[in-house]
């Protein structure tokens, strides 16, 4: 119980401190693209984490919220395409978003619908889809990442390859964070765990139980 309540006030804290930066990003009136891309992408943290404060907030408000339940969840679908685009925007300064890259969100439309409509419906793999999402789409970031590089190590100085270093290294603790909640998710799918990880309505949440 205590542990479960020092998880919710983290990820309170962590929710206003994504809508702060979120914020701060979006009132900067020399705002670019890659600025644009961050903010959402801390938006759709934020309201994936709300998500797993659903329960807690209906007790402090004393309202029902149940329409919100499975949906936060979603949002998680953007965090690939996201991460993707404004690897790209800092690797290319004349990124420019265009209509026929919707594709990338459908995912996230998909999901969304579905578990506004009910979330029994594919609840079950939906930790599964993810992460298979996020593999590709940290792939792609890699490979450009690399290509980049090598460009740079044969027209440009060593300074822009360096100055790529703090992406490289933010890319690949997504990639950790992201292997270490794959295999948590996995352990819990074939009750191998020893952490009482368990389903919540169908899908895994080894790492957003509710209390």
């Known amino acids: 119980m205590i542990n479960t309540t020092i998880t919710h006030i983290i990820a309170t ?8 930066f979120m914020l701060y990003l979006l009132s900067n009136k020399k705002r670019s693209l890659r600025h644009t891309l961050l903010a959402i992408f801390f938006l759709a943290n934020g309201l994936y984490l709300i998500d797993y404060l659903l329960n807690p907030i209906q007790r402090v408000l004393g309202i029902s919220l149940a329409w919100f339940d499975e949906v936060g969840f979603s949002f998680a679908f953007l965090f690939g395409p996201l991460i993707l685009f404004f690897i790209r925007s800092i690797l290319t300064q004349k990124l420019e978003l265009k209509l026929n890259m919707i594709w990338h969100i459908i995912p996230f439309i998909f999901f969304f619908i579905v578990y506004i409509i009910s979330d029994n419906i594919f609840c079950e793999y939906g930790y599964i889809i993810l992460f298979i999402q996020l593999f590709i789409y940290y792939a792609l970031a890699l490979n450009d990442l690399i290509l980049y590089r090598s460009k740079a190590k044969l027209f440009l100085s060593n300074l822009a390859d360096v100055n790529l270093n703090w992406v490289v290294y933010v890319l690949i603790a997504f990639i ?8 948590s998710a996995i352990l819990a799918f074939f009750h191998l765990d020893n952490n009482n990880f368990a389903f919540d309505r169908y899908k895994i949440r080894s790492f957003r139980a509710r209390a």
């Open 13 to 20: 804290v962590t929710v206003i401190l994504l809508f702060l």
């Open 176 to 183: 950790m964070t992201s292997l270490i909640d794959f295999t």
